[in-house]
């Protein structure tokens, strides 16, 4: 196996333990939410002004796919829709109160696994952080174009 095929599959390898060291917790803790709610909620506490094409960019998910996610999360009572007063063409979403405790429970549980995780991120130094940054930001600029070339385009679907 060559140094990329590592790479990508140390990276499938890391993100498949992660999820499972985390599944049961998030379960347990976010019963009756889906993780793409809970990663939409998060995203819009987030994010001020969030609405449909921030959310679909995001996600890389079309337009129509997070308009349902959105009417879901509005009926569940966890966000709210609304518009400016200079542009009433533009609807965007805030959490409702009973959302932003799906957001604090969400939080909670990344520090505790962020905790856990400590000791391995203490020891990487600040050159090393930079160097996979840059490769991941590198790699992400990569696949963008990759996207691209494929005719693509979130924003529009």
Known sequence: MNKEDQVIMGFRDLYNKIVLLNKDKMEDSLKGYKSSEVHCIEYIERNVDSNVTKLAESFYMTRGAISKLTQKLIKKGLIESYQKSDNKK??????????????????????????????????????????????????????????KKLGIDIKSE
């Open 90 to 147: 533009e609807i965007y979403f805030r959490l409702t109160e009973q959302g932003k405790v799906i957001y604090k429970i969400h939080e909670d549980l990344h520090k505790e696994f962020q905790e856990r995780d400590k000791a391995v991120f203490e020891q990487v130094t600040e050159q090393q952080f930079d160097s996979m940054l840059s490769f991941v930001d590198k790699y992400s600029r990569h696949l963008d174009a990759e996207i």
